[in-house]
């Protein structure tokens, strides 16, 4: 079974640029998650779709970051424009997202480091 | 704000014996707990999770759960180098069934 593929894999721009993510899940899964990874910290939630609808985006700085999941599969993720301490990794997991489980387990993708100049 | 406490370590162990990580919690609405390791450069992968309070066992790994004090360990017996990564805790809370993960542990093992 495939795992949740992630492109690309290294990003460097300059501060006020945009860059985008992409992201396909494990087949089958509703549910995907990007999250932002900064050195030495732990993966926070930006977003998570349940299918192509937002479940959680308290996280996510909407005044420069976008997501969409169109057709409930693939999703990318926007930086628009890209700040210096936007510098970190972004993962996207996926997961069955099965109703009310609690142990719907999530699989990361190998994620994007992103590097802002 | 949901906090979720870990020793970052680095915590060195000798090869053979048994590490100890251990996460405290605030949230008391917290049902169920993942643990995933990273290794450097890598995207975390699931070790095991648990949900009810008491010891669930998996091969050298050891999850611990006790509700009432908000404490989650993980246990790894007979460590090895190649168990040499950062060891994340993730309650689960929230009507989206939402992972919190905490800072790590860095845990080496020493041959």
């Known amino acids: 079974e495939a795992g949740v593929a992630q492109s690309p894999r290294y990003k460097i721009i300059e501060k006020r640029q945009s860059v985008a993510f992409w992201c396909n899940p494990i087949?089958?899964?509703?549910?995907l998650y990007w999250y932002q990874q900064i050195l030495g910290q732990g993966p926070k939630l930006l977003i998570q779709?349940?299918?192509?609808?937002?479940?959680?985006d308290s996280q996510l700085p909407k005044d420069r970051f976008s997501a969409e999941r169109l057709k409930g599969v693939d999703s990318t993720l926007k930086i628009q424009p890209a700040k210096l301490e936007d510098s970190a990794v972004y993962l996207c997991?996926?997961?069955?997202?099965?109703?009310?489980?609690?142990?719907?387990?999530?699989?990361f993708g190998p994620g994007t480091r992103l590097t802002v100049l | 704000q949901k906090e979720v406490e870990q020793n970052s370590g680095p915590l060195s162990v000798p090869e053979g014996a048994i590490a100890s990580l251990n996460c405290t919690y605030s949230?008391?609405?917290?049902?169920?707990f993942f643990w995933y390791r990273q290794y450097s450069g890598k995207s975390p992968e699931l070790i095991m999770f648990i949900y009810s309070n008491g010891d669930k066992e998996d091969g050298r790994f050891t999850a611990q759960l006790n509700k009432a004090s908000q404490y989650v360990s993980l246990l790894i017996r007979d460590s090895q180098p190649s168990d040499s990564a950062t060891y994340l805790c993730a309650p689960v809370g929230g009507s989206n069934y939402k992972l919190t993960f905490g800072k790590g542990t860095l845990l080496t093992v020493n041959p």
């Open positions: 087949s089958g899964h509703a549910t």
């Open positions: 779709f349940q299918n192509n609808g937002v479940v959680d």
């Open positions: 997991a996926s997961s069955l997202g099965a109703s009310g489980s609690l142990v719907d387990t999530q699989y």
């Open positions: 949230d008391r609405g917290s049902q169920s």
